[in-house]
């Protein structure tokens, strides 16, 4: 028995090592190659393996670690941020993608209760695919990111009421009044043991696990906790999976899901590896190649049902047109959670063998598509707009259903002049728009999430519904008056849209652009952005900082090291591309090495205040030129040497960073 085992579980990863590696050169998601090591190994391949009750039970377990591990990475505030689009957009995401299918089921003769069945589980898509691949793209917080994680998060969470259900569905003489009161009363149990275990059990035996320090003993106490409460709701007729999500939910709100996740995340990727390969080992490759035809076709129609219930699921929560098309897409293929509950239909007689083999073989077809289909949706999702947006009422259709109209905001606001716009909302959007409410700078913001911008504008933020990759969206915002354009969003390819579009309206216009990594900037600087600041240059640039505070090293000396590697760290960004050259702009800071430009403003109880530039003479003194001076709103270039300096005027000043630093301190106070 044991060696029988161990014999299995040592094929089992050989195998999978193998095909893992070849398609890792590929780049094709691990969850596809286990399922391939499955198909391979299986009885229905070169029979290596059999099945049997050992793979069953790994799978189960992988099933039980995979619920508990997402219940505990549940946070009930990052999902409550969401909400609209988990609650409202998971529920009609599933119920539309049902519908749809219950339809084309019951056209092809199916039962009711078999087309029902089908119809969830169709509606479930594969979060381990989708979230791999956004994360691969660094596309987890973009607009589409987050709703498709959102959606999945919901889908996620409807397995356990689908596992319920599904008895219901199996048998036509079901007393329901009988089943609803047992369910309500199993679930009125479930709930008073784990509001108990939360409040006392859990707490009580985390403290004193925690007390020993002893890792082993807290991964120990972590597998008791989750297998026991699956063994729990599995006494009382319901399934082991809802028990582990119930366990994860519970230790989630607790000072120990940290810790529990990280030691329970290298199970659940093992257990969940024996998972799709025993799925893999399921599906008859005979019949796979018998039908192949009708079976990529019927994945062809898969995908476009769930690609148009997603796209109008998303539109109708009132994202553009684009972002919808990105989430419907995303969310177009069969996932990981309707095998388990495709399971429980062999078992209540809903699927019958041939529809079980057809289920298997489509749903492995559209998740080995998704990540290609994910990564080729982009083109295709712009030229669908660019159609739609020349059509009548088209514009309409792309900024989303609760765009305002734009001629209508045209006549009630005021024209802006000289100001900011800002693309994206999130906290570096937030963060510029304060910096430029305390410094007086006029400001646009653009953002397509309509939520944001319902919340703003109730706070009277200067915020407005739009995508800003089209020039209508742009023109509104004032693109040809504006003087500075900060992108703050995390979707690469549509801050380089933003860029070509702002360049093609005000080719002048000053762009500073966020990066999430330093592969981007290439290209962006090529399209001709000013300023890009990579979130991984201003991580190492804050831990250095970090590093010298904790050796002691004095303030001043690291602000003044600071400033000089920001001041060569960005030029050499700039400079990435070595075949790149830009003759017709001359960057003075690049031309001039080791030169830097800074903006200081002249302190109430500064010394220069009431000084000409003449008495100044900040060059011989300081080192510095002044290239010119804001006072207001009013910008004086090139002042003169009888230029009276005042209180609150904004110095730009030319010279090393060194000296830049010296001479903030007279800027600040008369004693300097």
């Given at each position: 028995?044991?060696?029988?085992?161990?014999?299995?579980?040592?094929?089992?990863?050989?195998?999978?090592i193998?095909?893992?590696?070849?398609?890792?050169?590929?780049?094709?998601?691990?969850v596809?190659?286990?399922?391939?090591?499955?198909m391979?190994?299986g009885?229905?391949g070169l029979?290596?393996?059999?099945g049997?009750?050992n793979?069953?039970?790994?799978a189960?377990?992988?099933?039980?670690?995979?619920?508990?591990t997402?219940?505990?990475?549940?946070?009930?505030?990052e999902?409550w941020?969401?909400?609209?689009?988990?609650?409202?957009?998971?529920?009609?995401q599933?119920?539309?993608t049902?519908?749809?299918?219950?339809?084309?089921?019951?056209?092809?003769?199916?039962?009711?209760?078999?087309s029902?069945?089908?119809g969830?589980?169709?509606?479930l898509?594969?979060?381990?695919?989708?979230?791999?691949?956004?994360?691969?793209?660094?596309?987890?917080y973009t607009?589409?990111?987050?709703?498709?994680?959102?959606i999945?998060i919901?889908?996620?969470?409807?397995?356990?009421?689908?596992?319920?259900?599904?008895?219901?569905?199996?048998?036509?003489?079901?007393?329901?009044?009988?089943?609803?009161?047992t369910?309500?009363?199993?679930?009125?149990?479930?709930?008073?043991?784990?509001i108990?275990s939360?409040?006392?059990l859990?707490?009580?035996?985390?403290?004193?696990?925690?007390?020993t320090?002893?890792?082993?003993?807290?991964l120990?106490?972590?597998v008791?906790?989750?297998?026991?409460?699956a063994?729990f709701?599995?006494?009382?007729g319901?399934?082991?999976?809802?028990?582990?999500?119930?366990?994860?939910?519970?230790?989630?709100?607790?000072?120990?899901?940290?810790?529990?996740?990280?030691?329970?995340?290298?199970?659940?990727?093992?257990?969940?590896?024996?998972?799709?390969?025993?799925?893999?080992?399921?599906?008859?490759?005979?019949?796979?190649?018998?039908?192949?035809?009708?079976l990529?076709?019927?994945?062809f129609i898969?995908?476009?049902?769930?690609?148009?219930?997603?796209?109008?699921?998303?539109?109708?929560?009132?994202?553009p047109?684009?972002?919808?098309?990105?989430?419907?897409?995303?969310?177009?293929q069969?996932?990981e959670?309707?095998?388990?509950?495709?399971?429980l239909?062999?078992e209540?007689?809903?699927?019958?063998?041939?529809i079980?083999?057809?289920?298997?073989?489509?749903?492995i077809?559209?998740?080995?598509?998704t990540?290609?289909?994910?990564?080729?949706?982009?083109?295709?999702?712009?030229?669908?707009?660019?159609?739609?947006?020349g059509?009548?009422?088209g514009?309409?259709?792309?900024?989303?259903?609760?765009?305002?109209?734009?001629?209508e905001?045209?006549?009630?606001?005021p024209?802006?002049?000289?100001?900011?716009?800002?693309?994206?909302?999130?906290?570096?959007?937030r963060?510029?728009?304060?910096?430029?409410?305390?410094a007086?700078?006029?400001?646009?913001i653009?953002d397509?999430n309509?939520?944001?911008?319902?919340?703003?504008k109730?706070?009277?933020?200067?915020?407005h519904?739009?995508d800003?990759?089209?020039?209508?969206?742009?023109?509104?915002?004032?693109?040809?008056?504006?003087?500075?354009?900060?992108?703050?969003?995390?979707?690469?390819?549509v801050?380089e849209?933003?860029?070509?579009?702002?360049?093609?309206?005000?080719?002048?216009i000053?762009?500073?652009?966020?990066?999430?990594?330093?592969?981007?900037?290439?290209?962006?600087n090529?399209?001709?952005?000013?300023?890009?600041?990579?979130?991984e240059?201003e991580?190492?640039?804050?831990i250095?900082?970090?590093?010298l505070?904790?050796?002691?090293?004095p303030?001043?000396?690291?602000?003044k090291?600071?400033?000089?590697?920001?001041?060569?760290?960005?030029r050499?960004?700039?400079?990435?591309?070595?075949?790149?050259?830009i003759?017709?702009?001359?960057?003075?800071?690049?031309?001039?090495?080791?030169v830097?430009?800074?903006?200081?403003?002249?302190?109430?109880?500064?010394?220069?205040?009431?000084?000409?530039?003449?008495?100044?003479?900040?060059?011989?003194?300081?080192?510095?030129?002044?290239?010119?001076?804001?006072?207001g709103?009013d910008?004086?270039?090139?002042?003169?040497?009888?230029?009276?300096?005042q209180?609150?005027?904004?110095?730009?000043?030319?010279?090393?960073?060194?000296?830049?630093?010296?001479?903030?301190?007279?800027?600040?106070?008369v004693?300097?």
């Amino acid at each position: 028995m044991i060696p029988s085992l161990l014999a299995n579980v040592d094929v089992l990863l050989g195998f999978a090592i193998l095909i893992l590696t070849i398609f890792y050169r590929f780049q094709v998601p691990p969850v596809l190659g286990f399922l391939v090591t499955g198909m391979l190994i299986g009885p229905h391949g070169l029979g290596i393996l059999g099945g049997g009750q050992n793979v069953e039970l790994n799978a189960d377990l992988g099933v039980i670690f995979l619920l508990f591990t997402i219940g505990v990475d549940l946070s009930l505030k990052e999902l409550w941020k969401i909400k609209k689009a988990l609650l409202l957009g998971g529920s009609l995401q599933i119920l539309l993608t049902a519908a749809l299918v219950f339809i084309v089921c019951s056209a092809l003769g199916f039962s009711n209760p078999t087309s029902v069945f089908l119809g969830f589980l169709i509606s479930l898509s594969s979060t381990a695919i989708v979230l791999k691949v956004f994360q691969d793209r660094n596309e987890v917080y973009t607009t589409h990111g987050k709703t498709s994680l959102a959606i999945l998060i919901f889908q996620d969470l409807a397995i356990v009421p689908l596992i319920l259900i599904t008895p219901l569905l199996a048998g036509n003489s079901i007393n329901f009044e009988t089943s609803f009161s047992t369910i309500f009363l199993k679930g009125s149990l479930i709930i008073l043991v784990f509001i108990l275990s939360a409040k006392f059990l859990i707490p009580w035996i985390f403290y004193h696990v925690g007390r020993t320090g002893n890792k082993d003993l807290f991964l120990i106490s972590v597998v008791f906790i989750c297998l026991s409460t699956a063994l729990f709701t599995s006494s009382i007729g319901l399934s082991l999976a809802l028990g582990a999500f119930l366990a994860g939910i519970v230790i989630s709100g607790s000072q120990y899901s940290h810790q529990a996740i990280g030691n329970i995340i290298p199970l659940r990727d093992m257990f969940m590896s024996f998972f799709f390969v025993s799925i893999g080992m399921l599906l008859d490759i005979g019949y796979l190649l018998d039908h192949f035809s009708v079976l990529v076709f019927a994945a062809f129609i898969l995908i476009i049902i769930k690609s148009m219930a997603g796209i109008a699921v998303t539109f109708c929560l009132g994202y553009p047109l684009r972002t919808a098309v990105l989430t419907g897409l995303a969310l177009s293929q069969v996932g990981e959670f309707s095998f388990v509950l495709s399971r429980l239909g062999i078992e209540y007689s809903l699927l019958s063998e041939e529809i079980y083999q057809a289920f298997l073989a489509v749903s492995i077809i559209t998740m080995g598509i998704t990540p290609f289909l994910i990564n080729a949706s982009y083109k295709p999702a712009d030229f669908f707009v660019k159609k739609i947006s020349g059509m009548t009422y088209g514009m309409k259709l792309v900024h989303g259903l609760y765009s305002e109209s734009i001629e209508e905001e045209k006549q009630t606001e005021p024209e802006l002049k000289n100001h900011l716009i800002i693309t994206g909302f999130g906290f570096s959007g937030r963060t510029v728009s304060k910096a430029a409410k305390t410094a007086g700078i006029p400001y646009i913001i653009l953002d397509s999430n309509p939520e944001i911008v319902k919340q703003e504008k109730m706070k009277d933020e200067n915020i407005h519904y739009g995508d800003a990759t089209f020039e209508a969206v742009l023109e509104h915002a004032g693109i040809k008056n504006a003087r500075v354009l900060v992108i703050g969003i995390s979707d690469a390819a549509v801050t380089e849209k933003i860029v070509e579009t702002a360049k093609q309206l005000n080719p002048n216009i000053y762009i500073i652009a966020r990066v999430r990594d330093l592969q981007e900037t290439e290209c962006l600087n090529a399209l001709g952005v000013d300023e890009i600041i990579p979130e991984e240059y201003e991580t190492s640039v804050e831990i250095f900082v970090r590093l010298l505070e904790k050796y002691l090293v004095p303030r001043e000396d690291i602000e003044k090291l600071v400033s000089d590697v920001r001041a060569n760290g960005y030029r050499m960004l700039r400079k990435l591309s070595d075949n790149t050259t830009i003759d017709s702009e001359v960057n003075i800071k690049d031309e001039l090495q080791g030169v830097d430009i800074q903006v200081l403003k002249v302190g109430n109880s500064s010394n220069f205040d009431g000084k000409t530039l003449a008495d100044l003479d900040f060059r011989k003194k300081h080192g510095v030129t002044v290239l010119s001076v804001r006072r207001g709103s009013d910008l004086i270039y090139t002042p003169q040497g009888d230029f009276l300096l005042q209180a609150k005027d904004a110095c730009i000043l030319l010279g090393k960073p060194e000296d830049l630093y010296n001479i903030r301190k007279f800027f600040e106070s008369v004693n300097g």
